[in-house]
């Protein structure tokens, strides 16, 4: 009977656990697109609502951080139990960095003058919108356990990259012909940079959730492929 309950108290810490990866993942994600959106509209009043939601995201990552050592303390986890707190211990803080970064962009979208004339805040927003798009997945992926799917969010990252260098070019180009633009183009390049490290972070835990699953590296996988 004590060890129906232990394993039951272990099993409610875990279902615990993942809801609370899965809240702080969805805030991730409705950051990206809201800071997004204060950007392109120059929405003073969204941008503020994504800096203030981060601290939610913040406190759900201490909230994680104090389960997690609670369910290894309590209940020393083996294997693939381990596997997955020591995951949703990392991944949470990835996440909360994901916040961190849509809420730089929410801070830039009110810096940046004259946007008519840019024409790379036409692709900024399709930038983003992988980047959001390989969080949203990510977190399927955790959330249905998936291996396939978070390969798939590791292998979209190049389309982020790439994304990120064109914009650069145009960008910087923009600034040498146009003097008068330097400070705005510096907060769109700070803004790319922030969405770039978005996609990495996404990768990141993609890895992650791959190891947590399989118990094995995607980079092993990789090296393996190469062999």
Do not use: W
Not at 147 to 160: G, N
């Amino acid at each position: 009977m004590a060890h129906e309950h232990t394993v039951k108290a272990f099993d409610e810490d875990i279902t615990r656990l993942r809801g609370l990866i899965a809240e702080m993942g969805g805030l991730a994600e409705v950051a990206i697109g809201e800071a997004m959106e204060a950007l392109i509209k120059c929405n003073a009043e969204l941008a503020e609502g994504v800096i203030a939601r981060d601290r939610r995201i913040d406190a759900l990552e201490a909230e994680i951080d104090r389960l997690a050592v609670r369910i290894i303390a309590l209940r020393a986890p083996m294997a693939d139990d381990l596997r997955e707190v020591i995951a949703a211990l990392k991944i949470a803080g990835v996440i909360e960095r994901i916040g961190d970064y849509s809420k730089n962009i929410a801070k830039s979208s009110s810096k940046i003058e004259g946007r008519k004339r840019f024409e790379p805040l036409t692709l900024i927003p399709a930038m983003a919108e992988v980047a959001a798009s390989m969080v949203h997945d990510v977190m399927t992926a955790y959330a249905a356990r998936n291996p396939v799917l978070a390969q798939e969010v590791v292998e979209r990252d190049e389309k982020v990259d790439a994304f990120y260098n064109s914009i650069f070019r145009t960008l910087v180009s923009h600034m040498m012909e146009n003097p008068s633009t330097i400070s705005s183009v510096a907060e769109l390049l700070f803004v790319c940079r922030n969405i770039e490290r978005i996609g990495d972070h996404a990768t990141n835990v993609a890895e992650m959730v791959y190891y947590a699953a399989t118990g094995n590296y995607l980079t092993d996988k990789e090296a393996l492929a190469r062999d």
